[in-house]
């Protein structure tokens, strides 16, 4: 009986317990159904409907839930287990992460060229978070305005800004103000700021097409959206929930692929708004996009120019 008892201990023992269902917390820094928030919460659904009885996500909203510029503050500190959110918002916590927008390859490119691990060992050092993943690619901003202008120069206007083309606009003699997106349109109505840098999708989802009269093209710089997850509750994850998120990481980021054929989209229904297009062509093109890049990489290296160049060699083709 004394053995039968031991055995039976030992084969428990030897057993591996089964892991039980993880549920981690979501908040997004845009509103949720916008543009910006949408390749997160297709994620979330990928995530339950993969991961059921391993690892499911709670998507608890946005601004409503955090305000933007807290969230990334939140999910370093374990408040929000993993969140959606741009280097923008928390260039706070990750300075160099204003390195991500002035890629000129793809996500799936810097997978490739070990540029994923470098900017995910970035955010782990400084943020304590899991670089989960990038949606965004392909995705130009630009500048808007409510009057026209006829040349690159940007004095005397007042525009809206984020931490992504602050340094650009401010080069070319602009007076930046930073806002959160919810505020934009206020602004535009008093007259408070003359214009706002977004990308070209997003636009008509907070209805800043009612108070924007112009789009300044050719586009710059690309948008980048990060998966962000609480480094401690990361590696409290069983290997199987890490696979799930990392296969639902992989699948969004394939889908950066449609967003050319987005943004033509979105281009027409801006046209059919009443945005006209202010499109600098020829030495003035080839100005604007040369400033947008010259600052941006400026900006980047008076940080940490040793870590800038190991940045811009695997982001910039």
Same mark, same amino acid.
């Given at each position: 009986?004394?053995?039968?008892?031991?055995?039976?201990?030992?084969?428990?023992?030897?057993?591996?317990?089964?892991?039980?269902?993880?549920?981690?917390?979501?908040?997004?820094?845009?509103?949720?159904?916008?543009?910006?928030?949408?390749?997160?919460?297709?994620?979330?659904?990928?995530? +339950?409907?993969?991961?059921?009885? @391993? $690892?499911?996500? %709670?998507?608890?909203?946005?601004?409503?839930?955090?305000?933007?510029?807290?969230?990334?503050?939140?999910?370093?500190?374990?408040?929000? #287990?993993?969140? %959606?959110?741009?280097?923008?918002?928390?260039?706070?916590?990750?300075?160099? *992460?204003?390195?991500?927008?002035?890629?000129? +390859?793809?996500?799936? #490119?810097?997978?490739?060229?070990?540029?994923?691990?470098?900017?995910?060992?970035?955010? /782990?050092?400084?943020?304590?978070?899991?670089?989960?993943?990038?949606?965004?690619?392909?995705?130009?901003?630009?500048?808007?305005?409510?009057?026209?202008?006829?040349?690159?120069?940007?004095?005397?206007?007042?525009?809206?800004?984020?931490?992504?083309?602050?340094?650009?606009?401010?080069?070319? *003699?602009?007076?930046? @103000?930073?806002?959160?997106?919810?505020?934009?349109?206020?602004?535009?109505?008093?007259?408070?700021?003359?214009?706002?840098?977004?990308?070209? /999708?997003?636009?008509?989802?907070?209805?800043?097409?009612?108070?924007?009269?112009?789009? @300044?093209?050719?586009?710059?710089?690309?948008?980048? $959206?990060?998966?962000?997850? &609480?480094?401690?509750?990361? &590696?409290?994850?069983?290997?199987?929930?890490?696979? @799930?998120?990392?296969?639902?990481?992989?699948?969004?980021?394939?889908? &950066?692929?449609? &967003?050319?054929?987005?943004?033509?989209?979105?281009?027409?229904?801006?046209?059919?708004?009443?945005?006209?297009?202010?499109?600098?062509? *020829?030495?003035?093109?080839?100005?604007?996009?040369?400033?947008?890049? #010259?600052?941006?990489? #400026?900006?980047?290296?008076?940080?940490?120019?040793?870590?800038?160049?190991?940045?811009?060699?695997?982001?910039?083709?």
């Amino acid at each position: 009986m004394k053995y039968r008892a031991i055995a039976a201990l030992a084969a428990t023992l030897a057993t591996p317990a089964l892991s039980e269902e993880v549920t981690l917390r979501g908040v997004t820094a845009f509103a949720s159904g916008t543009t910006f928030s949408r390749p997160f919460e297709a994620f979330v659904e990928r995530v +339950n409907e993969t991961g059921k009885g @391993v $690892v499911q996500i %709670n998507y608890v909203g946005g601004p409503e839930a955090v305000p933007t510029f807290e969230l990334g503050n939140a999910v370093s500190a374990g408040v929000v #287990d993993i969140a %959606n959110n741009t280097t923008a918002f928390y260039t706070n916590l990750v300075p160099l *992460g204003d390195a991500l927008h002035l890629a000129t +390859n793809t996500i799936q #490119d810097q997978r490739e060229n070990g540029c994923f691990e470098l900017v995910d060992q970035l955010h /782990q050092e400084q943020m304590s978070v899991k670089y989960l993943a990038r949606t965004g690619d392909n995705i130009q901003f630009h500048l808007y305005l409510t009057s026209p202008i006829e040349d690159t120069d940007l004095s005397g206007l007042t525009l809206r800004v984020t931490p992504v083309y602050r340094a650009m606009f401010e080069a070319l *003699g602009a007076t930046p @103000v930073q806002t959160a997106p919810g505020e934009v349109y206020t602004a535009l109505e008093r007259g408070s700021i003359d214009g706002y840098g977004w990308p070209v /999708q997003g636009v008509m989802d907070l209805g800043w097409d009612e108070q924007t009269n112009y789009r @300044v093209d050719p586009g710059f710089y690309q948008v980048d $959206v990060n998966f962000l997850v &609480n480094l401690d509750r990361w &590696n409290a994850l069983s290997d199987e929930a890490k696979t @799930v998120l990392h296969e639902a990481a992989l699948w969004t980021e394939a889908k &950066n692929a449609e &967003n050319r054929d987005i943004n033509a989209e979105e281009a027409a229904r801006q046209e059919e708004a009443g945005i006209e297009v202010i499109r600098f062509e *020829g030495d003035s093109a080839e100005s604007w996009l040369a400033t947008a890049q #010259d600052a941006g990489w #400026d900006a980047v290296e008076a940080i940490d120019a040793e870590r800038a160049a190991e940045l811009k060699a695997c982001l910039v083709d």
